[in-house]
Structures are given as structure tokens and as C-alpha cells.
């Protein structure tokens, strides 16, 4: 019987095994780009298209 970390280190050194998937952050709001204000706050629109 073989333990687990003995079966790791068996994949990995026949490269059978695969990393672990990244966490990838998919959304920054600390960059440097002008933001602008949001105007249609507080309208409430009464036709389409008028936003």
C-alpha cells in the first residue's frame, strides 16, 4: 500500500501530474484611468432612448 504523499511525489516525477489553476482576479478598480461620475443616477426615464 502506498500513501499519499508518496503517490504525489510518484505523478510528479513522471510529470503525470497538474499544477493547481491560479486564481486570476479578473477585475481592478485601482488603476489610473479617469472615472466618471454616474449622471443617470437619481433619473428615472420615461421614454426608450432617453438615457
Known sequence: MVGR???Y???HKHHLIL???RC???TN???NYFKY???AKGMTPTRPGQL
Open 29 to 31: 478598480s485601482n488603476h
Open 5 to 7: 504523499n508518496k503517490f
Open 24 to 26: 486570476r482576479h479578473t
Open 37 to 39: 461620475k454616474n449622471i
Open 9 to 11: 511525489k510518484l505523478l
Open 19 to 21: 499544477k493547481p489553476a
